[in-house]
């Protein structure tokens, strides 16, 4: 039997409330009493943040998967493009 999909969600909601327990405390809850338009903004911004980092990780993903290709090549195991499919892949 395959694993519960659902199986890591209370320590994922137990995380959600760690950061609004962390935004409380720094912040109180005036976010509760925030404007829709306000709470849309934000939550904008924070997609915005998430893409960036996304970006980033890509950035430093494609860059180690170029120096394994690199490395691979010259101890004669692999092409370039061959070895970044196969980092890929695993």
Known sequence: MERDPLADWPAFAAAVRERLEA???EYG???????????VREIN???????AWSYILHARMARLTQDFGRE???DGNASQSGSREAFLND
Request: charged letters at 35%.
């Open 29 to 39: 809850d005036a976010s509760f009493d925030a404007e829709p338009a306000e709470l």
């Open 45 to 51: 911004e924070e997609l915005m943040d998430v893409c």
């Open 72 to 74: 691979a090549t010259t």
């Open 23 to 25: 935004g409380r405390a």
